[in-house]
C-alpha cells in the first residue's frame, strides 16, 4: 500500500482524513484508487488532459514527481499539495 498524505483543501473528500492509503505501482494508479474511494478527488489533481494542475504538487518520498507516471514501491509515501493564496 502507498500511504498518501491529504491536503486541507482536499479533505473534504477523504471525510477529513489527513492520511490514507492506496494501492497502486504508479501515481496515476493510486489517484485512480482514491478516485474510486473517494470520488472527485483525482479531477481535483490532473487536468482533462492527464497533467498535475499547475496548482497542485506531488511529491513521493519527499521528492518533486512531475509525471503520473512516476513508478511507486510498497510503503512508498505521496504527498499531495495544493498552492494557497489570498490577499
Known sequence: M?????????????????????????????????????PGIKFRVIDEQGAIRPH???????ALARRIDLALADGDEVFIAGALSGG
Open 56 to 62: 497542485m504538487r506531488l511529491f513521493a518520498n519527499g
Open 2 to 38: 502507498i500511504n498518501v498524505v491529504i491536503p486541507s483543501q482536499l479533505r473534504s473528500y477523504t471525510d477529513g482524513a489527513v492520511r490514507v492509503e492506496a494501492a497502486g505501482a504508479t501515481i496515476d494508479a493510486v489517484l485512480d484508487a482514491l478516485d474510486a474511494r473517494y
